[in-house]
C-alpha cells in the first residue's frame, strides 16, 4: 500500500459566476511513501488563479506566496490531471477535511462535477491522529499541537506552505502508523456517501424544541453522588450552548449543567459537561426576553 499526504493552500476570491466568495487552491503540495515510510517521491506545483487575480495580503504574508510566483504557474485542471497520474492507486490523506472541501469546491468551478478523480481511498489524518493520541474530543488538534505533543521537529520546515505541511504530516503520521488502527479510518471516495458526508455543514443547534434533542440529553446526574438532579431553574442559550442550575435532592450538591448540540452527517451530536455553582444576579431584561428557551424537563 502507497500512501500520499496532500496539502493545499487557497486563495479568498470572489466569484462573479457565484456572487460569492471561494476558496481558490493556489498551491498543491504531496509527499508519497511505502508502508514502510520510505519516500518515493514528491509533488509541488503552484497553481495560476483564475477566479482572483491578486493574492490577498494576508495569505501572502501567511504562505510567502507572491502573486509573481503565481504568475507562470499551470492552471487549476492542468495541475489535477497531473496530480491524478502521479498519485495512481494510492491512499491520499489530508489534515482534517478543509483541503478536500477545497478541492470539491474548486473541481465543481471549473468542471461542473464535484467527484475528485485520483480520490479512490481517503483518511482524514486529524481524526486518526485525535483518536492516537487520545485528544479531547471537543476540540480540533492542529498540526503544530500534533507535531509538539510527539516532540517532532520541524524546525527546517516553511510552515503554511504545501510540500512543508504534508511532510510534517507524515511525520505524524509515522510516529502513530498501526495497520489495525488504520483501518477504520478508510474512506470509499468513490461513493456518493463519501461527498454528501464530506459537504455536510455541521450546525450547532440553538431551538430546545428541536425533534432529535431527547428529554435524556438536558438529564444531569450529580457528579458527587451520582445520583438524578433536578432542575432548578430555566435553561439559557449561552455561546451556542445551554446552561441551567441542578440541585441533588439526596445530598443538596448544587451545581451548573451545560450542554451543546451540534447535527452532524451522523446525527445529533451532544457535548455535556458540570460546572460549579455561583449565585448570580438575576438580570432583569434578560428574565423577560421572550427568546428565552421553553422548559423542558
Not at 496530480?83 to 491512499?91: I, K, L, S, Y
Not at 478541492?103 to 481511498?121: D, M
Not at 474512506?187 to 464530506?198: G, I, K, L
Not at 432529535?212 to 438536558?218: G, R, Y
Request: hydrophobic share 35%; with cysteine.
Amino acid at each position: 500500500m502507497k500512501f500520499v499526504i496532500l496539502d493545499l493552500e487557497w486563495n479568498g476570491a470572489y466569484s462573479r459566476r457565484l456572487k460569492g466568495f471561494m476558496n481558490e487552491i493556489i498551491e498543491c503540495g504531496a509527499v508519497k511513501v511505502d508502508e514502510g515510510f520510505h519516500i518515493l517521491d514528491t509533488f509541488e506545483m503552484f497553481i495560476r488563479p483564475q477566479v482572483g487575480k491578486k493574492i490577498s495580503g494576508k495569505i501572502s504574508d501567511l504562505t510567502s506566496i507572491t502573486n509573481e510566483d503565481l504568475a507562470d504557474g499551470p492552471q487549476f485542471l492542468q495541475v489535477v490531471s497531473r496530480f491524478r497520474r502521479w498519485t495512481g492507486d494510492a491512499v491520499v490523506m489530508t489534515w482534517g477535511t478543509s483541503d478536500i472541501l477545497a478541492l470539491i469546491e474548486n473541481y465543481r468551478y471549473f468542471c461542473g462535477s464535484r467527484r475528485i478523480p485520483f480520490l479512490k481511498r481517503y483518511v482524514d489524518l486529524q481524526a486518526y491522529c485525535e483518536r492516537c493520541l487520545s485528544y479531547d474530543r471537543t476540540k480540533q488538534m492542529g498540526l503544530s499541537t500534533a507535531a509538539q505533543l510527539l516532540e517532532i521537529d520541524d524546525s527546517d520546515l516553511d510552515h503554511h506552505r504545501a510540500l512543508a505541511d504534508s511532510m510534517l504530516s507524515l511525520r505524524c503520521f509515522q510516529r502513530l502508523y498501526n495497520p489495525e488502527k488504520l483501518k477504520p479510518f478508510l474512506q470509499d471516495a468513490e461513493s456518493e456517501e463519501f461527498y454528501n458526508r464530506m459537504e455536510f455543514r455541521t450546525v450547532t443547534v440553538c431551538d430546545l424544541n428541536h425533534p432529535q434533542i431527547k428529554a435524556s440529553d438536558l438529564a444531569f446526574c450529580c457528579d458527587l453522588c451520582g445520583r438524578r438532579a433536578r432542575r432548578s431553574g430555566k435553561w439559557q442559550l449561552r455561546n451556542k450552548s445551554f446552561r441551567a442550575p441542578f440541585i441533588c435532592k439526596h445530598c443538596g450538591h448544587r451545581f451548573y449543567g451545560r450542554v451543546q448540540f451540534k447535527l452532524k452527517y451522523e446525527g445529533m451530536i451532544v457535548k455535556k459537561a458540570v460546572l460549579p455553582f455561583q449565585e448570580e444576579t438575576k438580570n432583569p431584561v434578560e428574565a423577560r426576553n421572550p427568546e428565552t428557551p421553553k422548559e423542558s424537563e
